[in-house]
């Protein structure tokens, strides 16, 4: 299963580049990959794969985040689809 975590740096942290390299040493749990992408200096987003969930979460924390935010990505195929827009027809 895929997750995107978005941390957000806690009020001041003003060094990003050593926040970063903490949460680099600690890493994530063997056999778990990431992307890793810095948007603004202070908020990093994160595509995770793994078959641990609560793992996800473990592995954001830091006493450097303010908040951090884990979403469940789901594949998007026909049936999702005809789902969706049978819920939307009902909509009004």
Not at 4 to 30: D, H, M, Q, W, Y
Not at 58 to 65: G, N, V
């Amino acid at each position: 299963m895929k997750y995107v975590v978005i941390s957000r740096l806690a009020p001041g942290v003003e060094n990003a580049r050593t926040a970063l390299a903490v949460f680099l040493k600690a890493g994530l749990p063997e056999g778990t990959q990431a992307t890793y992408a810095a948007v603004d200096g202070k908020t990093f987003i994160n595509i995770v794969e793994t078959d641990a969930p609560d793992m996800v979460a473990s592995a954001t924390y830091a006493p450097f985040w303010h908040e951090s935010t884990v979403i469940p990505v789901v594949e998007v195929d026909e049936t999702w689809l005809q789902a969706i827009q049978a819920a939307q027809a009902k909509w009004d």
